[in-house]
């Protein structure tokens, strides 16, 4: 998302250029970032409920699982 998209979305929910273009950008980063941390929490649940060793397909699961979390993790916004 662009910063001129984050000025839209901002607008379209009500929120005016009053709190100034830097505010809202601090909130969409903010809030971005509890997105992909939420998203990441709901991989390593995923890999945990994969993760008893019974074989490897299972233990194949809860590795990419757990590699996605990773990856969302990484994730920055642009």
């Given at each position: 998302?662009?910063?001129?998209?984050?000025?839209?979305?901002?607008?379209?929910?009500?929120?005016?250029l009053a709190?100034?273009?830097?505010?809202?950008?601090r909130?969409?980063t903010?809030?971005?970032?509890?997105?992909?941390?939420?998203?990441?929490?709901?991989?390593?649940?995923?890999?945990?409920?994969?993760?008893?060793?019974?074989?490897?397909w299972?233990?194949?699961?809860?590795?990419?699982?757990?590699?996605?979390?990773?990856?969302?993790?990484?994730?920055?916004?642009?």
């Amino acid at each position: 998302m662009t910063q001129d998209d984050m000025v839209k979305v901002a607008r379209d929910c009500g929120i005016g250029l009053a709190y100034g273009r830097e505010s809202i950008e601090r909130f969409y980063t903010f809030v971005a970032a509890a997105e992909r941390e939420a998203c990441a929490l709901l991989c390593d649940e995923h890999g945990d409920k994969w993760a008893d060793g019974s074989d490897e397909w299972r233990n194949g699961q809860a590795t990419a699982s757990y590699y996605c979390a990773i990856a969302i993790r990484a994730r920055v916004s642009e």
